[in-house]
């Protein structure tokens, strides 16, 4: 979670000229709600709605894309991006359809169905490393 603020942060300083102080600031308040258990914020609750969330303009698909238009690796978005492609939940109307979507097309080709991320581009190989535990 660390590094996938670091680099989302830095991403928005530099493409929107935030200044980096309040970005880490927020960061922190971030931090702070995500320990805080009375909010109820939940892996699951998080993560649900996995196809949605590898849209090329949500937040995770679209964070790996601004941290390469400003010259840093998503290596940790790209962590994310392999785990939500792993959020399989019986309780959650898309998860089983992007189970089979792996399945069927491969990471590779999941990520370019729902996010049209080249197969053969440098977030494709980050996410296919990070989801075989190969980075």
Not at 18 to 47: M, P, Y
């Amino acid at each position: 979670l660390e590094g996938f603020w670091n680099e989302t942060g830095n991403a928005l300083v530099r493409a929107y000229g935030f200044d980096i102080r309040e970005q880490r600031a927020h960061e922190a308040d971030l931090r702070q709600r995500f320990r805080n258990r009375a909010l109820g914020d939940t892996v699951v609750r998080v993560a649900r709605d996995p196809v949605r969330k590898l849209r090329r303009d949500d937040r995770l698909v679209g964070a790996a894309l601004l941290c390469q238009e400003q010259g840093i690796n998503p290596r940790f978005v790209s962590r994310a991006i392999a785990a939500t492609l792993r959020f399989d939940r019986d309780d959650d109307p898309t998860a089983p359809k992007l189970q089979e979507l792996v399945n069927r097309e491969s990471v590779r080709g999941a990520l370019f169905t729902l996010s049209t991320i080249p197969t053969d581009s440098m977030l494709a190989t980050l996410v296919e490393n990070a989801y075989n535990g190969a980075e």
